[in-house]
Protein backbone atom coordinates (compact mmCIF):
# COMPACT_ATOMS: atom_id res chain seq x y z
CA UNK A 1 0.00 0.00 0.00
CA UNK A 2 1.48 3.49 -0.65
CA UNK A 3 2.26 5.34 2.16
CA UNK A 4 1.22 9.34 2.05
CA UNK A 5 2.02 11.59 5.00
CA UNK A 6 1.41 15.30 5.06
CA UNK A 7 4.74 17.03 5.64
CA UNK A 8 5.69 20.28 7.45
CA UNK A 9 7.73 23.06 5.77
CA UNK A 10 10.43 22.90 8.84
CA UNK A 11 11.95 26.66 7.40
CA UNK A 12 8.40 27.88 8.44
CA UNK A 13 8.68 26.36 11.42
CA UNK A 14 7.39 28.29 14.67
CA UNK A 15 6.03 28.58 18.45
CA UNK A 16 3.80 30.24 20.17
CA UNK A 17 4.36 33.52 21.22
CA UNK A 18 3.41 33.29 24.59
CA UNK A 19 5.87 30.56 25.02
CA UNK A 20 8.72 33.14 24.17
CA UNK A 21 7.18 35.74 26.28
CA UNK A 22 6.82 33.78 29.32
CA UNK A 23 10.80 32.33 28.86
CA UNK A 24 11.70 36.23 28.16
CA UNK A 25 10.22 36.95 31.57
CA UNK A 26 11.65 33.83 33.40
CA UNK A 27 15.26 35.39 32.71
CA UNK A 28 14.47 39.02 32.97
CA UNK A 29 13.05 38.69 36.58
CA UNK A 30 16.96 37.01 37.61
CA UNK A 31 18.34 40.33 36.54
CA UNK A 32 19.72 39.41 32.55
CA UNK A 33 19.29 42.32 29.90
CA UNK A 34 17.02 42.25 27.34
CA UNK A 35 19.89 42.63 24.67
CA UNK A 36 21.50 39.47 26.27
CA UNK A 37 18.22 37.74 26.01
CA UNK A 38 17.69 38.50 22.59
CA UNK A 39 21.26 38.33 20.88
CA UNK A 40 21.25 36.28 17.88
CA UNK A 41 17.70 36.70 17.03
CA UNK A 42 15.76 38.51 14.72
CA UNK A 43 14.07 39.78 17.46
CA UNK A 44 17.42 41.18 18.57
CA UNK A 45 17.21 44.52 16.68
CA UNK A 46 13.19 45.60 16.98
CA UNK A 47 12.77 44.34 20.30
CA UNK A 48 10.13 41.98 22.37
CA UNK A 49 7.21 44.96 20.65
CA UNK A 50 7.55 43.45 17.41
CA UNK A 51 6.62 39.94 18.18
CA UNK A 52 3.49 38.92 16.51
CA UNK A 53 1.62 36.05 17.60
CA UNK A 54 4.48 33.42 16.39
CA UNK A 55 7.93 33.40 16.85
CA UNK A 56 9.92 31.17 14.35
CA UNK A 57 11.33 28.09 15.84
CA UNK A 58 14.86 28.75 14.95
CA UNK A 59 14.88 32.22 17.09
CA UNK A 60 12.71 30.37 19.76
CA UNK A 61 15.75 27.71 19.77
CA UNK A 62 18.34 30.66 20.27
CA UNK A 63 16.32 31.98 22.70
CA UNK A 64 16.67 28.72 25.20
CA UNK A 65 20.59 28.99 24.29
CA UNK A 66 20.92 32.17 25.17
CA UNK A 67 18.57 31.49 28.18
CA UNK A 68 20.47 28.66 29.43
CA UNK A 69 23.61 29.90 29.12
CA UNK A 70 22.53 33.14 31.09
CA UNK A 71 20.82 31.60 34.30
CA UNK A 72 22.85 28.55 34.04
CA UNK A 73 20.05 26.84 35.29
CA UNK A 74 19.97 23.00 34.42
CA UNK A 75 16.22 22.94 34.82
CA UNK A 76 15.48 25.69 33.22
CA UNK A 77 12.79 23.31 31.03
CA UNK A 78 10.60 21.79 33.96
CA UNK A 79 11.03 25.81 35.45
CA UNK A 80 9.32 27.31 31.82
CA UNK A 81 7.16 24.04 31.81
CA UNK A 82 5.57 25.20 35.17
CA UNK A 83 4.47 28.45 33.88
CA UNK A 84 3.32 27.40 30.86
CA UNK A 85 -1.06 27.67 32.05
CA UNK A 86 -3.88 27.37 29.72
CA UNK A 87 -3.59 31.00 28.97
CA UNK A 88 -0.09 30.42 27.37
CA UNK A 89 -1.30 27.72 24.80
CA UNK A 90 -3.53 30.57 23.29
CA UNK A 91 -6.41 29.42 21.27
CA UNK A 92 -5.74 25.92 22.23
CA UNK A 93 -5.96 26.58 25.61
CA UNK A 94 -9.50 28.10 25.57
CA UNK A 95 -10.62 25.30 23.34
CA UNK A 96 -9.45 22.88 25.94
CA UNK A 97 -11.40 24.77 28.56
CA UNK A 98 -14.47 24.43 26.69
CA UNK A 99 -14.73 20.32 26.82
CA UNK A 100 -17.17 18.74 28.19
CA UNK A 101 -14.24 16.40 29.96
CA UNK A 102 -10.84 14.99 29.87
CA UNK A 103 -11.02 12.75 27.32
CA UNK A 104 -12.91 15.23 25.00
CA UNK A 105 -9.60 17.55 25.71
CA UNK A 106 -7.33 15.06 25.19
CA UNK A 107 -9.03 14.21 21.84
CA UNK A 108 -8.60 17.95 21.11
CA UNK A 109 -5.25 18.20 22.09
CA UNK A 110 -4.12 15.48 19.64
CA UNK A 111 -5.83 16.82 16.95
CA UNK A 112 -4.06 20.24 16.92
CA UNK A 113 -0.77 19.80 19.22
CA UNK A 114 1.18 20.70 16.24
CA UNK A 115 -0.23 24.32 17.25
CA UNK A 116 2.00 24.11 20.00
CA UNK A 117 5.18 21.89 18.42
CA UNK A 118 5.18 21.50 15.07
CA UNK A 119 7.97 19.20 14.96
CA UNK A 120 6.41 17.63 17.99
CA UNK A 121 5.26 13.73 16.89
CA UNK A 122 2.85 12.06 19.70
CA UNK A 123 0.95 9.45 20.17
CA UNK A 124 -1.68 8.99 22.51
CA UNK A 125 -2.78 5.38 23.73
CA UNK A 126 -5.82 4.26 26.14
CA UNK A 127 -5.55 0.41 28.28
CA UNK A 128 -7.16 -0.65 30.88
CA UNK A 129 -5.44 1.17 33.42
CA UNK A 130 -4.17 4.47 32.47
CA UNK A 131 -3.59 7.31 29.67
CA UNK A 132 -0.22 6.92 27.55
CA UNK A 133 1.37 9.87 26.08
CA UNK A 134 4.09 8.89 24.19
CA UNK A 135 6.82 11.25 22.30
CA UNK A 136 7.29 9.91 19.42
CA UNK A 137 9.80 12.32 17.81
CA UNK A 138 11.34 15.27 19.49
CA UNK A 139 12.28 18.59 17.59
CA UNK A 140 16.09 19.04 18.26
CA UNK A 141 17.62 16.06 19.47
CA UNK A 142 20.49 18.64 20.66
CA UNK A 143 17.84 19.92 23.60
CA UNK A 144 16.50 16.54 24.70
CA UNK A 145 16.45 16.84 28.75
CA UNK A 146 15.01 20.45 27.92
CA UNK A 147 12.48 19.77 25.38
CA UNK A 148 11.44 16.41 27.76
CA UNK A 149 11.25 18.57 30.92
CA UNK A 150 9.32 21.35 29.42
CA UNK A 151 6.64 19.20 28.04
CA UNK A 152 6.57 16.92 31.15
CA UNK A 153 5.88 20.06 33.57
CA UNK A 154 3.16 21.63 31.03
CA UNK A 155 1.33 19.07 30.81
CA UNK A 156 1.80 18.36 34.38
CA UNK A 157 0.46 22.11 35.00
CA UNK A 158 -1.97 22.13 31.77
CA UNK A 159 -4.40 19.14 33.57
CA UNK A 160 -3.99 20.72 36.64
CA UNK A 161 -5.74 24.01 35.49
CA UNK A 162 -8.09 22.34 33.43
CA UNK A 163 -9.17 19.98 36.65
CA UNK A 164 -8.96 22.63 39.28
CA UNK A 165 -6.95 19.70 41.09
CA UNK A 166 -3.59 21.27 42.48
CA UNK A 167 -2.86 17.72 43.83
CA UNK A 168 -3.12 15.95 40.62
CA UNK A 169 -0.06 13.73 39.55
CA UNK A 170 1.76 12.41 36.49
CA UNK A 171 3.92 9.42 36.05
CA UNK A 172 6.80 10.64 33.59
CA UNK A 173 8.92 8.22 32.04
CA UNK A 174 12.67 9.93 30.90
CA UNK A 175 14.96 8.20 27.98
CA UNK A 176 18.20 9.30 29.58
CA UNK A 177 19.78 8.55 32.71
CA UNK A 178 18.75 10.48 35.86
CA UNK A 179 20.69 14.28 35.34
CA UNK A 180 22.33 16.03 38.34
CA UNK A 181 19.13 18.01 39.24
CA UNK A 182 17.29 14.82 39.72
CA UNK A 183 15.60 16.06 42.88
CA UNK A 184 14.34 18.46 41.07
CA UNK A 185 12.25 16.62 38.78
CA UNK A 186 11.21 14.34 42.22
CA UNK A 187 10.16 17.30 44.03
CA UNK A 188 7.62 18.46 41.02
CA UNK A 189 6.21 15.22 39.78
CA UNK A 190 6.41 13.45 42.93
CA UNK A 191 8.92 11.02 44.59
CA UNK A 192 7.62 7.82 42.94
CA UNK A 193 6.08 9.06 39.37
CA UNK A 194 9.67 9.59 38.00
CA UNK A 195 11.56 7.16 35.65
CA UNK A 196 14.79 7.44 34.03
CA UNK A 197 16.38 5.03 31.24
CA UNK A 198 13.12 4.25 30.04
CA UNK A 199 12.43 3.42 26.47
CA UNK A 200 10.94 6.46 25.58
CA UNK A 201 8.95 9.76 26.88
CA UNK A 202 6.22 8.73 28.48
CA UNK A 203 3.30 10.38 30.58
CA UNK A 204 0.73 8.41 31.78
CA UNK A 205 -2.39 8.66 34.26
CA UNK A 206 -5.21 7.09 35.58
CA UNK A 207 -7.99 6.26 32.46
CA UNK A 208 -10.87 7.12 35.07
CA UNK A 209 -9.94 10.97 35.01
CA UNK A 210 -10.82 10.54 30.88
CA UNK A 211 -14.53 11.38 32.14
CA UNK A 212 -14.10 13.76 34.87
CA UNK A 213 -16.45 16.99 33.57
CA UNK A 214 -14.20 19.90 33.25
CA UNK A 215 -15.48 22.90 35.42
CA UNK A 216 -14.79 25.44 32.74
CA UNK A 217 -16.66 23.57 30.17
CA UNK A 218 -18.71 25.54 27.73
CA UNK A 219 -20.46 23.22 24.59
CA UNK A 220 -21.67 26.66 23.07
CA UNK A 221 -18.06 28.10 22.46
CA UNK A 222 -16.30 24.74 22.03
CA UNK A 223 -17.19 24.53 18.29
CA UNK A 224 -16.09 28.19 17.78
CA UNK A 225 -13.17 27.74 19.65
CA UNK A 226 -12.73 24.19 17.21
CA UNK A 227 -12.85 25.67 13.86
CA UNK A 228 -10.36 28.58 14.61
CA UNK A 229 -7.71 25.46 15.83
CA UNK A 230 -8.37 23.99 12.12
CA UNK A 231 -7.58 27.35 10.32
CA UNK A 232 -5.02 28.25 11.97
CA UNK A 233 -3.16 24.75 11.62
CA UNK A 234 -3.95 24.61 7.85
CA UNK A 235 -2.17 28.20 7.97
CA UNK A 236 0.47 26.89 9.79
CA UNK A 237 1.23 23.34 7.73
CA UNK A 238 2.11 26.41 4.67
CA UNK A 239 1.89 23.83 1.67
CA UNK A 240 -0.40 24.39 -1.41
CA UNK A 241 -0.28 20.40 -1.49
CA UNK A 242 -4.01 19.04 -2.05
CA UNK A 243 -3.08 15.50 -1.02
CA UNK A 244 -1.43 17.04 2.11
CA UNK A 245 -5.11 18.84 2.97
CA UNK A 246 -6.97 16.38 2.52
CA UNK A 247 -5.09 14.00 4.70
CA UNK A 248 -4.80 16.21 7.26
CA UNK A 249 -8.66 16.96 6.66
CA UNK A 250 -9.43 13.35 7.29
CA UNK A 251 -7.47 12.54 10.39
CA UNK A 252 -8.79 14.92 11.82
CA UNK A 253 -12.95 13.51 10.84
CA UNK A 254 -11.67 9.86 12.76
CA UNK A 255 -14.59 7.81 12.18
CA UNK A 256 -16.91 9.73 9.75
CA UNK A 257 -14.67 9.38 6.39
CA UNK A 258 -16.36 11.82 4.08
CA UNK A 259 -15.98 11.12 0.35
CA UNK A 260 -15.33 12.85 -2.62
CA UNK A 261 -18.03 15.68 -2.69
CA UNK A 262 -18.15 16.22 0.84
CA UNK A 263 -14.33 16.94 1.09
CA UNK A 264 -14.59 19.31 -1.85
CA UNK A 265 -17.61 21.10 -0.28
CA UNK A 266 -15.06 21.16 2.86
CA UNK A 267 -12.60 22.77 0.83
CA UNK A 268 -14.05 25.33 -0.74
CA UNK A 269 -14.12 23.51 -4.54
CA UNK A 270 -15.99 21.41 -6.45
CA UNK A 271 -15.52 17.70 -6.84
CA UNK A 272 -14.05 18.64 -10.51
CA UNK A 273 -11.85 21.17 -9.51
CA UNK A 274 -10.71 18.96 -6.48
CA UNK A 275 -10.51 15.50 -8.86
CA UNK A 276 -8.22 17.84 -11.56
CA UNK A 277 -5.97 19.23 -8.63
CA UNK A 278 -5.40 15.67 -7.95
CA UNK A 279 -4.44 13.79 -10.88
CA UNK A 280 -1.84 16.81 -12.01
CA UNK A 281 0.10 15.92 -8.14
CA UNK A 282 -0.37 12.38 -9.73
CA UNK A 283 -3.08 10.95 -6.78
CA UNK A 284 -6.54 10.05 -6.57
CA UNK A 285 -9.80 10.40 -3.69
CA UNK A 286 -9.92 6.60 -2.76
CA UNK A 287 -5.81 5.51 -2.16
CA UNK A 288 -5.73 8.82 0.50
CA UNK A 289 -9.08 7.91 2.07
CA UNK A 290 -7.81 3.97 2.57
CA UNK A 291 -4.37 5.33 3.61
CA UNK A 292 -5.93 7.10 6.19
CA UNK A 293 -8.58 4.33 7.29
CA UNK A 294 -5.59 2.06 7.21
CA UNK A 295 -3.99 4.30 9.98
CA UNK A 296 -6.61 4.62 12.51
CA UNK A 297 -7.50 0.93 12.05
CA UNK A 298 -3.85 -0.09 12.49
CA UNK A 299 -3.76 1.94 15.74
CA UNK A 300 -7.13 0.60 17.26
CA UNK A 301 -5.78 -2.70 16.60
CA UNK A 302 -2.39 -2.04 18.41
CA UNK A 303 -3.30 -0.11 21.14
CA UNK A 304 -6.59 -1.39 22.32
CA UNK A 305 -8.48 -4.77 22.83
CA UNK A 306 -11.59 -3.70 21.19
CA UNK A 307 -13.03 -6.68 19.58
CA UNK A 308 -12.81 -6.89 15.28
CA UNK A 309 -16.55 -5.94 14.68
CA UNK A 310 -16.03 -2.93 16.83
CA UNK A 311 -13.22 -1.96 14.83
CA UNK A 312 -14.69 -2.07 11.72
CA UNK A 313 -17.61 -0.41 12.34
CA UNK A 314 -15.29 2.54 13.82
CA UNK A 315 -13.59 2.04 10.13
CA UNK A 316 -16.87 2.11 8.52
CA UNK A 317 -17.11 -1.56 7.66
CA UNK A 318 -20.52 -3.31 8.55
CA UNK A 319 -19.25 -6.69 7.87
CA UNK A 320 -16.17 -7.91 9.95
CA UNK A 321 -15.30 -9.75 7.26
CA UNK A 322 -15.60 -7.07 4.38
CA UNK A 323 -13.11 -5.20 6.79
CA UNK A 324 -10.43 -7.86 7.02
CA UNK A 325 -10.01 -8.39 3.29
CA UNK A 326 -9.92 -4.69 2.83
CA UNK A 327 -7.35 -4.23 5.10
CA UNK A 328 -4.93 -6.62 4.18
CA UNK A 329 -5.48 -5.16 0.42
CA UNK A 330 -4.54 -1.61 2.38
CA UNK A 331 -1.37 -3.20 4.16
CA UNK A 332 -0.38 -6.45 2.56
CA UNK A 333 -0.74 -8.66 6.26
CA UNK A 334 -4.24 -9.25 8.17
CA UNK A 335 -5.88 -7.34 11.41
CA UNK A 336 -4.52 -10.47 13.61
CA UNK A 337 -0.84 -10.50 12.04
CA UNK A 338 -0.82 -7.08 13.55
CA UNK A 339 -2.23 -7.83 16.71
CA UNK A 340 0.41 -10.79 17.01
CA UNK A 341 3.30 -8.65 17.18
CA UNK A 342 1.57 -5.80 18.93
Given at each position: ?????????????????????????????????????LSGTSLAASGMQSVGARVSQSDFMQLV????????????????????????????GQAFMTCQDLHEALDLFMKYYHLLSPELEL????????????????PDP?????????????????????????????RVDFPYPEPAHGETYRAL?????????????????????????????????????????????????????????????????????????????????SPRTLRRRLDAEGASFQPLLDSVRAEHATRY???TRLPLASIAYMIGFSDPSNFRRAYRKWTGVTPAEVRQRG
Open positions: MQSFMAKWDMSRASTPAQYALILVDLVRRQGHPLSAIVNAQALTRDPALGLHLGERLNLSAHAVLSLELTDEDYRLTTVAAAMEVFGAELMAAAMLNTLRGLLSRSDFILFGSNSVHFNCSHQRICFDRRLGDTPLPSSNPALRELYEEECARLLTDLEGTDSVVAQILSLLRKLEGQYPQMPQVARMLNTLKN
